[in-house]
């Protein structure tokens, strides 16, 4: 999400006049996006300021002025702690103030601070066409909707992002369409709920029934009626490019619909590929954490997607040590993992956020080392149960889209497979299915069959066969 604000703010700042630069000493003005999440996520950017005062001095030495903002959540939930304790920065804003960002410099400019934090109802960016960050990219994220009502309570993001709206489909569609258009050729459609998504424009008002929750689910806000739901604009984008990846998070697991589960195992391009946060295994620490279901449901939910959608690839976020988790409550994650076994997992120690509900009714009473104990053995479990996982790909083909050379071996090629795995293999001349007496060296946006040699718990490795295509490939299997 923050990838996707960046380029939201770079879309208005360039039609504003400003161009962006890679050499840091050039720039006049540095803007850090920022997240609220996690307190580590805050502090990497208290680093950060602390790295750019010298530079900012030396700007100032030179009679070059320098101007540094905060965006984003950090700047919604700390704006008067920040423009006090770090004189070196001249704007704040907030996730819904980026169309305030010329007004802001402009005031910076001045020589004053400037802030806007205001939260909006309304506020989509649906208008403006986010300029890609990374030129010639494969992959890019588009944003459907802002804010959250699920109001879990551990979690900051209704406070920093404000309440949930999504964006008119016709504006996400004519983004996906540019996408295409430029060559990218995977897109994750992104929301705090995606499948609470809703356009309420007036056109479609009386065009979609109320959810019904599952067994097992709640919720503890009322579902606006009406709309066209998550399963119609997934139909809809997933139409635009059969050539296109498409993904998206996340999920809440407590109204997962089957229309959606029937769209990803009918669609070629809608991959195999599901986010569904768990974040604890225990029943009794959901629902301290308002998540809405327990464990029996949550496990429910995922035997119901394995038999929609055979072959599903698994992913998942969990909290080690939130508030009175006991070590029982703990072992219970621990067997969630082992029965699960997620393709990919993000595994967290809790920390405490200021204004959710944990903040004011609950204790932070695991011991940091207790909770950072309890991260490591869930990760090594994760790690344990994923390696397994992917181990039964070995021998097996494996359809790669192609993201660049590999970090570690410029010989080497990197790109992920329909479940989201990491997969590498050597940069070598292979045949192109269309034209079997052709050779061909793949490059990023190519999708490549390459059969897997080995794995870990994060990677993938193998020799490439074929350069083919996402429609060749569906219709061979």
């Not at 920093?160 to 430029?182: C, H, W, Y």
């Not at 029937?262 to 946060?277: A, F, V």
């Not at 690839?313 to 082992?338: R, Y």
């Not at 990197?414 to 001349?429: H, L, S, Y």
């Amino acid at each position: 999400m923050n990838v996707n604000d960046t380029e939201i703010a770079w879309a208005i700042l360039q039609k504003s006049g400003y161009t962006r630069t890679k050499a840091l000493d050039e720039a006049d003005v540095i803007l850090l996006v920022t997240c609220s999440v996690r307190e580590k996520a805050e502090q990497a950017i208290w680093n950060r300021l602390q790295h750019l005062k010298a530079l900012k001095a030396r700007r100032l030495q030179a009679r070059l002025p320098l101007h540094i903002g905060i965006l984003g959540c950090m700047a919604e939930r700390l704006k008067e702690k920040i423009l006090h304790r770090e004189k070196l920065v001249d704007i704040v804003a907030g996730p819904d103030a980026y169309r305030d960002l010329p007004r802001l410099l402009t005031v910076a400019e001045s020589g004053q601070q400037a802030a806007n934090v205001l939260l909006s109802l309304e506020e989509t960016y649906a208008d403006i066409l986010p300029v890609q960050t990374s030129a010639g990219g494969t992959t890019a994220f588009v944003s459907i909707m802002r804010g959250c009502d699920n109001m879990c309570s551990y979690c900051i993001v209704p406070f920093t992002r404000g309440r949930e709206r999504s964006r008119p489909i016709a504006s996400i569609l004519q983004e996906v369409k540019m996408l295409s258009d430029q060559g990218v050729k995977e897109v994750t459609l992104l929301g705090q709920n995606v499948n609470s998504f809703r356009d309420l424009s007036e056109v479609h008002f009386q065009s979609a029934a109320t959810p019904v929750l599952s067994r097992g689910f709640s919720t503890v806000y009322k579902a606006k009626p009406g709309g066209l739901r998550f399963a119609h604009l997934l139909d809809q984008v997933s139409r635009i490019d059969p050539e296109m990846r498409i993904r998206f998070t996340s999920p809440h697991p407590k109204d997962f619909p089957d229309e959606v589960l029937q769209l990803i195992q009918e669609r070629h391009n809608i991959c195999k590929q599901l986010h569904l946060p768990a974040q604890s295994g225990s029943t009794r620490v959901l629902e301290a954490m308002r998540r809405g279901y327990t464990r029996e449901a949550y496990l429910e939910l995922v035997h119901h997607v394995r038999d929609s959608i055979p072959g599903v690839s698994l992913s998942s976020d969990f909290i080690a040590g939130f508030c009175g988790e006991t070590e029982e409550d703990h072992q219970q994650t621990v067997s969630l993992l082992q029965e699960v076994r997620y393709n990919v997992g993000f595994l967290f120690a809790y920390s405490m956020r200021q204004k959710t509900r944990a903040y004011h009714r609950l204790q932070d009473d695991v011991p940091a080392d207790v909770k950072q104990r309890r991260l490591e053995e869930l990760i090594t479990v994760f790690r344990e149960e994923a390696a397994r996982t992917n181990r039964a790909m070995v021998g097996h083909s494996q359809l790669v889209l192609v993201e660049g050379p590999s970090k570690r071996s410029a010989s080497e090629l990197c790109g992920r497979n329909d479940g989201n795995i990491k997969v590498i293999f050597p940069d070598a001349e292979i045949e192109d299915a269309a034209d079997c007496k052709a050779l061909v060296r793949a490059q990023p946006g190519d999708y490549v069959l390459v059969k897997v040699t080995s794995a870990s718990s994060q990677t993938l490795k193998g020799v490439p066969l074929c350069r083919t295509t996402l429609s060749r490939s569906a219709a061979c299997c």
